[in-house]
């Protein structure tokens, strides 16, 4: 499939070397130079967004700074999604919505079941954490899937691939239009009210470019395959751009203080309880409609996995940055674990395979 060789070289080549042992570390280093080569084996978006949570800790963007930081990120969402536009194949695109038996219960899974699972948690958490945080995992629940993660680990698990690659892909141009819809829905619209202003914004923002890259893709495609390594970069600094400002607001808004000890503490539980019911679930469905192994295995991680290049561009437009920051929160974290989730999991069903 044209698609996979790009992904592979953007971005899960970075996140397949995060999967080695710690053991090759060695230990005749000692404890800085060990924890430094540690660092460099965490996936490079992870390092970033973690770059990105300490700068906004230790400068935020604020006053005129924030609109200006505001700006820079509406143009690195315009670039990311255009370039998402110009990289993904209509050919793969319209192979993909063949494989309708994987693809419609997987529309279903990420936009139904795990919006539900949000619009519990929501519920649940808004005793024991700040609203706005609690409503992130409304908003984590009704995200699309990953491409890149999901489909390292797809193929490090002797899953299909190329359903993987499609099919996260397929999930991320339906988020653009289903999850600002669906979480509008759950909430009753607290805190985003979708009118003409936020539709405008959207389509300006988020489906312009990306139908430009759709219309422009036999031109630029070459152009773009020609360097990976750039293009990579500039996907990556869109979004810890877009994080960077949403988190600002979050400080501003005082989250660490708003968070205590016993708030985090509840807060690593529910999204620890959203990992166990969004791999469980997924791979549940998968065996009860009788997929096979291998696609099974893509339903599992495409339909658990939640896409930090979606959520954090989105929630600079669908809310303030003040309250995006907060609601981002339990997206930042569950970001983070299901990548520690998935290594072990991959790692066990390629062992099965084998």
């Not at 239009?177 to 936020?198: I, R």
């Not at 405008?200 to 219309?215: D, E, H, S, V």
């Not at 893709?217 to 152009?223: C, P």
Request: with cysteine; charged share 10%; proline share 3%.
């Amino acid at each position: 499939m044209s698609l996979w060789p790009q992904f592979w070289k953007l971005n899960c080549g970075k996140c397949l070397t995060s999967l080695r042992p710690v053991s090759t570390l060695g230990t005749q280093a000692g404890k800085g130079g060990a924890m430094l080569k540690l660092l460099t084996r965490v996936d490079l978006m992870v390092r970033m967004l973690i770059l990105a949570i300490i700068l906004a800790t230790v400068l935020p963007a604020t006053g005129s700074a924030r609109e200006a930081a505001q700006f820079v990120s509406n143009i690195g969402i315009f670039v990311l999604f255009f370039l998402n536009g110009v990289r993904l194949s209509r050919g793969d695109v319209a192979n993909g919505i063949g494989n309708w038996r994987l693809l419609v219960p997987l529309v279903l899974w990420c936009f139904g079941a795990m919006a539900l699972a949000g619009w519990c948690l929501w519920g649940l958490s808004a005793a024991v954490l700040p609203s706005l945080v609690a409503l992130g995992f409304l908003y984590l629940g009704v995200l699309p899937s990953t491409v890149q993660s999901a489909t390292a680990y797809t193929s490090l698990a002797g899953g299909n691939v190329a359903s993987s690659v499609v099919s996260a892909a397929l999930l991320n141009i339906l988020g653009v239009f289903v999850s600002a819809a669906v979480f509008a829905w759950f909430s009753g619209g607290t805190t985003v009210h979708l009118g003409p202003e936020g539709l405008i914004k959207i389509f300006t923002i988020l489906l312009l470019p990306f139908a430009l890259g759709q219309i422009l893709q036999s031109r630029l495609k070459g152009l773009l395959a020609s360097h990976p390594q750039l293009i990579g970069w500039m996907d990556r600094i869109a979004i810890a751009i877009a994080v960077y400002v949403a988190f600002s607001g979050a400080v501003e808004q005082d989250l660490w203080r708003r968070l205590n000890m016993e708030a985090w503490s509840w807060l690593i539980i529910l999204i620890a309880f959203t990992l166990l019911f969004a791999f469980v679930g997924a791979w549940m469905l998968s065996r009860a409609i009788r997929l096979s192994k291998g696609d099974s295995i893509s339903f599992t991680f495409a339909g658990a996995h939640k896409s930090i290049a979606m959520g954090a561009p989105l929630a600079l437009v669908m809310f303030s940055a003040d309250d995006a920051g907060l609601i981002l929160v339990p997206l930042l974290i569950y970001h983070l674990l299901q990548l520690v989730v998935s290594a072990p999991l991959a790692n066990y069903w390629a062992t099965r395979q084998n």
